[in-house]
């Protein structure tokens, strides 16, 4: 299962591994990419990934994790992104980018994070400015501009960013939503940021290419988002023409995680039973093993690797060792096929 494709929309992902988005904080304050990324990415590429989900990237400055992440809020950041995506391409992988907004949790000099509600992330993070409803209007406006960039830099699919206590995460739980208006209180006027957002990228994005969005399912605190909760959210786009849940969580505020192999498993097979969306989830998963028994289980349609892929570039070809498949190598790498 893990070397076979997956055919989403008009993108077939050559097999189900996927490099799960890991910010470089490697940009310089321009939020342009640069060698360090090229030679990140493509690496992964040679290495057998089939998707690259290319890290956290703001639609605006003030969206920025930090002063180094990268952007796509002008147009002069689509060169170097198109530069990667070419190159990674060549090696047979699939390019997406996840766009995101850092909201409260922005730490950029120089800027005031933004929020749906003025209440700072923790003591050591300033205090954002509560969002104005045209403010959110703009914000969701960003995300379409920055979709017609990635566009143009040819990636093949976009993520949406909205799980780990960034700000659509932020509107979505009401531990950090204590808005009045009609996107605060019920759930259906919680999710109505990321209901404008997919709705605004798909004014730019062809339909003919896939859509994930990603979110956290545990907030791990009482009162907050919890796999129920994220069942009811996700209801409300379940028609909006996403093609997978990107199923990770924790991030809005500082809980305990007990954390194990697959720790995140669970919620993504009860997304995909409950909804019937296709999945991907993510979280310590290593193994070639485990990796292929939660396909064959239908417990996720595509498996993410976050820090198992920072130590090793080319888990792919050792998986495919592993699983006794035969997959086809960078030609300059062939003497290098495990023979036995
Ligand atoms: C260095 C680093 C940077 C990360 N940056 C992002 C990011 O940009 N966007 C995101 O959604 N998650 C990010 N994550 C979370 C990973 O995508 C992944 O969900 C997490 O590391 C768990 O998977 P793992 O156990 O395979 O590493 C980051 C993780 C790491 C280690």
Redesign the pocket.
């Known amino acids: 299962m893990l070397f076979t494709p997956l055919k989403i929309k008009s993108v077939t992902i050559k097999n189900r591994i996927m490099m799960?988005?890991?910010?470089q904080y490697s940009a310089d304050t321009d939020g342009l990419a640069n060698n360090w990324h090229f030679v990140h990415y493509v690496t992964r590429a040679i290495g057998g990934v089939g998707l690259i989900m290319m890290?956290?990237t703001a639609v605006e400055s003030r969206g920025r994790i930090t002063d180094n992440d990268l952007g796509l809020w002008n147009d002069e950041q689509i060169e170097p992104l198109k530069k990667i995506v070419d190159e990674c391409k060549k090696y047979g992988a699939t390019v997406g980018i996840?766009l995101?907004h850092a909201g409260r949790k922005s730490e950029v000099t120089d800027e005031t994070p933004v929020a749906p509600s003025a209440m700072n992330w923790s003591n050591e993070y300033k205090l954002p400015h509560e969002l104005t409803k045209d403010e959110i209007k703009d914000i969701t406006i960003k995300f379409k501009d920055a979709a017609k960039r990635a566009f143009k830099a040819g990636f093949d699919i976009i993520e949406i960013?909205a799980?780990?206590g960034y700000l659509i995460h932020e509107f979505l739980s009401p531990l950090s939503n204590k808005r009045n208006d009609e996107y605060g209180g019920s759930v259906e006027n919680r999710v109505r940021i990321l209901k404008e957002v997919i709705k605004s990228v798909k004014e730019v994005w062809p339909d003919n290419k896939p859509i994930f969005v990603?979110v956290s399912a545990d907030d791990y605190i009482n009162g907050g988002i919890n796999i129920d909760e994220i069942i009811n959210i996700l209801s409300h786009i379940k028609d909006t023409g996403v093609d997978i849940i990107d199923v990770?969580s924790g991030g809005l505020l500082n809980a305990k995680i007990d954390l194990y192999p697959g720790y995140q498993v669970k919620y993504s097979e009860k997304i995909k039973e409950e909804l019937g969306f296709k999945t991907a989830t993510?979280?310590?998963?290593t193994k070639a093993e485990m990796a292929e028994q939660l396909l064959k289980d239908e417990r996720a349609d595509l498996i993410?690797?976050?820090?198992?892929l920072?130590r090793n570039p080319y888990w792919p070809l050792y998986a495919a060792h592993d699983l006794k498949e035969d997959i086809k190598w960078p030609k300059q790498y062939e003497r290098g096929k495990f023979r036995v």
């Open positions: 799960s988005p890991m910010c890290e956290a996840q995101a960013h799980a780990h990603r990770s993510v979280g310590l998963i993410a690797l976050g820090r198992e920072l």
